[in-house]
């Protein structure tokens, strides 16, 4: 469980910078240079990633149940997931009308991706890894629309055709990845 936090702590931790410390992350990018800003934030990144990855597969093998969900929670969690999905699609598909309303689409799909998971896995390290990604999306939309709010910008109008894109292709990757990706890439069949 060490290494699982250890690496939340990190993945998290540099990825609040902006939420609590700007100040510092511009005078250091503007210190040392962007291309060795970008290296680091890389190298720590996915340093982070990689302790999470183990962390959480150490955890697996001697979980601590503090919950055991309803069958009904995977159901709930699957739809969730989909539309999770279609958040993460808004985030690269231009003028899309969900972006153009919620203007940080993947910080609310993480969010949905989190509870999704959060309710479906009572174990404590599910509740640690979801539990600290929900925490940290919700405190990262808030500090992104007060920044936006404060620098006064301004999202695209979004078309009906770019949306309709957005959420099939939503679709589609979540129908993808919870075929073909989720049991070899995590572990677990979803279905």
Do not use: C
């Not at 939340?8 to 609040?16: A, N, P, R, V």
């Not at 210190?31 to 982070?48: D, E, F, K, P």
């Not at 149940?65 to 069958?71: A, L, Y």
């Not at 009308?97 to 203007?103: E, F, P, V, Y």
Request: glycine content about 10%; hydrophobic content about 60%.
């Amino acid at each position: 469980m060490t290494i699982l936090i250890l690496g939340l702590i990190i993945f998290l931790g540099l990825h609040s910078i902006r939420v609590v410390a700007e100040d510092w992350r511009n005078a250091t990018r503007a210190r040392v240079g962007l291309n060795t800003w970008r290296a680091m934030y890389s190298v720590i990144s996915i340093t982070g990633l990689l302790l999470i990855i183990w962390g959480y597969g150490v955890a697996r093998e001697a979980p601590i149940v503090i919950w055991t969900p309803p069958p009904a929670t995977r159901h709930i969690a699957a739809l969730l997931a989909v539309i999770a999905f279609i958040f993460m699609a808004a985030t690269y598909i231009p003028r899309n009308g969900i972006k153009a309303k919620l203007h940080h689409p993947m910080t609310i799909g993480v969010k949905t991706w989190a509870l999704a998971h959060l309710i479906a896995n009572g174990t404590l390290h599910d509740i640690l890894l979801f539990g600290g990604f929900l925490v940290w999306a919700i405190l990262l939309f808030r500090a992104s629309r007060q920044r936006d709010a404060a620098l006064g910008v301004r999202y695209p109008a979004g078309s009906g055709a770019a949306t309709a894109l957005t959420i099939v292709a939503g679709v589609i990757g979540a129908g993808v990845f919870a075929m073909w990706l989720h049991l070899p890439l995590i572990g677990v069949r979803p279905f």
